[in-house]
C-alpha cells in the first residue's frame, strides 16, 4: 500500500497505459480519479476498479478543453480535499511528413498532447503548493530521444514536456512539489495496435527489434515506475526522466 490514502488524477485512463496506473495505484491504496474523453468507458473502468472497496471515480474529460479541465480539477478537490498525484498521460499520436502535415492536424496533435499539461498543472499546483506536497508524472516518449521519420510533431510535443518538467521542478522543489516524467520506448497498447492497422503488423516486429530486450514492453511496466514516482520512496527525486525502454536508447548498436 504505498500510495495509502494518495488522490490522484490520471488523464487518458480509459486504455493502454493510462489504465495500468489507474490500476496499480488502486491496488497500492489511491483513491483514484480516472479522466478521459471516452466517457462510457473510462465510466466502466472506473466501476470495475472500485470493487474491493476501492475508492474510483470515472469522470469524462477532454484535455484539450480548459473549462473541461478545470471542472475536473474542482470535482477532485471538492469530492476528496486534495490532489497528491497527478499524471498527464493523455495523448494522440498523429504522424505526418512536416511538409505535408495540415496545420489543423499540428494544433490539434499540440493542443492535446502540450496544452493539456499547461493546463491540468495551472488549475493543480495552487493545490499542491498549499498543501505544501505533490507529485507530478508527465508521460513524455522515447520519441523525444529519438528520431523516426515522420513523427515531428508527436515528437516536438514531448521533448516539450521534457523541458517543461525541469524547468517546474527546478522552480517548485523548495514547495515539495515535484515534477518528473516518464519515457517509455513501444509498449503494447491500442495506439499501437491502431497503428499496426494503418502501417500493417511488420511496423510492430521492425519496433521491438529496436530495444535491446528485443520485445515490447506491457503498460503495467509503465505503470510501476509510475507508482515508484508518485510514492514517497521517490521522495528526493525531482526533475528526473525515466526511460522504461528495454533498452531503445541504448542505441546505436547493431541490429540485423
Ligand atoms: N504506446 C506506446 O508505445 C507509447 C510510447 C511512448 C509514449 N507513449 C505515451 O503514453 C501515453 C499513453 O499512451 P497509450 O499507448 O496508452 O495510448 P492509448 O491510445 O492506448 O490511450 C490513450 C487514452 O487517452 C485518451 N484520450 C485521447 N485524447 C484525449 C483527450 N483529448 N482527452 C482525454 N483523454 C484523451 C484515449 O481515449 C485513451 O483512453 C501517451 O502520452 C503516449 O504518447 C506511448
Request: proline content about 2%; aromatic content about 6%.
Amino acid at each position: 500500500m504505498r500510495l495509502k490514502n494518495k488522490v490522484a488524477i490520471i488523464t487518458g485512463a480509459a486504455n493502454g497505459i493510462g489504465l495500468s496506473i489507474a490500476t496499480a495505484f488502486v491496488q497500492e491504496g489511491a483513491i483514484v480519479l480516472l479522466a478521459d474523453i471516452d466517457e462510457e468507458k473510462v465510466i466502466y473502468e472506473a466501476k470495475s476498479l472500485a470493487i474491493n472497496g476501492a475508492i474510483t471515480l470515472g469522470i469524462k474529460c477532454d484535455v484539450g478543453d480548459t473549462i473541461a479541465v478545470k471542472n475536473l480539477i474542482q470535482i477532485a478537490i471538492s469530492q476528496f480535499g486534495k490532489i497528491d498525484i497527478l499524471v498527464n498521460n493523455a495523448a494522440v499520436a498523429i504522424g505526418g511528413n512536416i511538409i505535408e502535415m495540415p496545420e489543423t492536424d499540428w494544433d490539434k496533435l499540440m493542443n492535446i498532447n502540450l496544452k493539456s499539461v499547461y493546463r491540468t498543472i495551472k488549475e493543480t499546483l495552487p493545490f499542491m503548493l498549499k498543501q505544501k506536497s505533490g507529485s507530478v508524472i508527465n508521460i513524455s516518449s522515447t520519441q523525444a530521444f529519438r528520431s523516426w521519420n515522420n513523427w515531428t510533431a508527436y515528437a516536438g510535443a514531448k521533448g516539450a514536456m521534457l523541458a517543461m518538467t525541469n524547468q517546474l521542478a527546478g522552480q517548485f522543489g523548495k514547495d515539495n512539489v515535484r515534477f518528473n516524467s516518464i519515457s517509455p520506448g513501444a509498449i503494447s497498447t491500442p495506439m499501437n495496435a491502431k497503428r499496426a492497422e494503418l502501417e500493417g503488423t511488420a511496423f510492430l516486429e521492425k519496433s521491438a527489434a529496436q530495444h535491446a530486450m528485443n520485445r515490447l514492453g506491457t503498460p503495467m511496466e509503465v505503470a510501476m515506475t509510475a507508482v515508484f514516482l508518485a510514492s514517497e520512496e521517490s521522495g528526493f527525486v525531482t526533475g528526473e526522466d525515466i526511460k522504461v525502454d528495454g533498452g531503445l536508447c541504448t542505441l546505436p548498436r547493431y541490429t540485423e
